[in-house]
């Protein structure tokens, strides 16, 4: 059941990017005919990949290369070590991957935002998708020449008896595959940048009007019409040290403009539910020797976060809204998480059932059934799909919600 549950929290990002997708080619057929989409596509590959956008691509891709080069140097001088320190760096260093991925899904998709702001949904989805193919680029510029090396010569490389042959540099290969899992957020977030374009009909004259746009377009519904007046009179300042201060101020306002209402009852009912269901899961999987708890930690938790995203994401027709509530909420089912599995963890060690994550071998006392609880590299596991829950949930609460009519009761 909660593999299922984690699989829908998944599956909803790049089910949403299809359904944009198939959207806007239907609307690009209905407004000029099929026979026009080889040129839209051209245009828009133009203008995505027009200054300053390939210069970025090309920094981007130096920079993952760098990246790459210097965590792979850490990783083999410290792989070794990890278990001397308690810490399996192999699982830690997928995880940290995973959580990478992500992070680069969501750069992408901020990027693609901002340039389909002045150029349109085509030129901001194609940027995005490029800035993930010159991170992958990068990343495997710098790690095939490792790679062959380990090839050719795998005694020269630190030995880890839980490994198989060949495994060791597996979690830079996972990171490698586990950016396809951040494709759908370019086109995600090319879609809700281009929708500004269409709502104000023209295109920023400057960066500090991108900036304050970019900041502003995305305000839960009560704040849209500040965050208009706030455009309006930057468009009213023509001095360029007065506009950017204007700016500077308007969008750090922006940003901490407050919590959408019912953050703290959102997160309250999180915390309940999540800490009421990991009593049950605990118990019920001791009772029944089903195993740990791994898999409740990852997918109830998800699905709440996603439902509490979407609904409020909805409700405010704000994609920052929903993640903002949605992190806040995550923080809070954090805190139920170990504040019942740390006691459970001991209940489990001293019935000598084994360890509360995934129910294997016995843990020798209850301070090991306790730090297994605070693995960090389960807790960072949490962290990538609660996030992607949470994502999830808020792009699909702002595609719906921007479909109701603007004032429309909720």
Do not use: K
């Not at 059932?353 to 596991?381: I, M």
């Amino acid at each position: 059941m909660f593999a299922f549950l984690l699989f829908l929290v998944i599956l909803a990002p790049p089910v949403l990017a299809i359904v944009v997708l198939a959207v806007r080619l239907r609307d690009a057929v209905r407004r000029g005919g099929a026979r026009t989409l080889p040129a839209r596509t051209r245009a828009a590959w133009r203008q995505g990949t027009r200054r300053p956008v390939w210069p970025a691509l090309l920094a981007v891709v130096a920079g993952a290369g760098l990246l790459t080069l210097g965590l792979e140097r850490l990783y083999l001088a410290t792989v070794a070590d990890g278990p001397g320190w308690g810490v399996d760096v192999v699982l830690l260093t997928i995880a940290l991957g995973l959580l990478g991925a992500i992070v680069c899904g969501g750069l992408a998709g901020l990027g693609a935002a901002t340039v389909a702001r002045v150029r349109g949904f085509g030129a901001g989805g194609i940027a995005g998708l490029l800035a993930l193919v010159a991170v992958a680029a990068g990343t495997a510029a710098a790690h095939l020449p490792l790679r062959a090396a380990y090839r050719a010569d795998p005694g020269s490389f630190p030995a880890i008896a839980n490994l198989g042959d060949g495994d060791l540099l597996a979690p830079f290969e996972i990171f490698l595959a586990v950016l396809i899992w951040a494709l759908p957020w370019p086109v995600l977030g090319a879609a809700l940048g281009a929708r500004a374009v269409t709502a104000d009909r023209s295109a920023p004259r400057d960066v500090w009007q991108l900036l304050l746009d970019m900041t502003t377009a995305d305000l839960p519904e009560h704040r849209a019409a500040w965050g208009a007046a706030l455009r309006a009179e930057l468009a009213a300042i023509d001095p360029r040290p007065e506009r950017r201060r204007f700016a500077l101020g308007g969008a750090w306002a922006a940003v901490r403009s407050g919590r959408p209402r019912g953050t703290w009852l959102a997160a309250a009912v999180v915390a309940v539910a999540v800490a009421v269901g990991n009593f049950a899961a605990s118990r019920w999987s001791l009772t029944h020797d089903r195993g740990g708890v791994l898999d409740f930690w990852l997918a109830f938790p998800s699905v709440l976060l996603l439902a509490v995203a979407f609904v409020t994401a909805w409700r405010s027709r704000s994609f920052g809204s929903g993640m903002r509530t949605g992190a806040l909420s995550g923080l809070a089912a954090m805190v139920a998480v170990l504040a019942v599995s740390i006691p459970e963890a001991v209940v489990w060690a001293n019935r000598q059932a084994g360890y509360l994550s995934t129910g294997d071998a016995v843990p020798p006392s209850w301070q090991s059934a306790v730090l297994d609880v605070l693995r960090l590299d389960f807790l960072v596991v949490m962290v990538v799909f609660w996030l992607v829950g949470t994502a999830g949930g808020a792009a699909l609460g702002t595609a719906f919600g921007r479909r109701r009519p603007a004032g429309a009761s909720d």
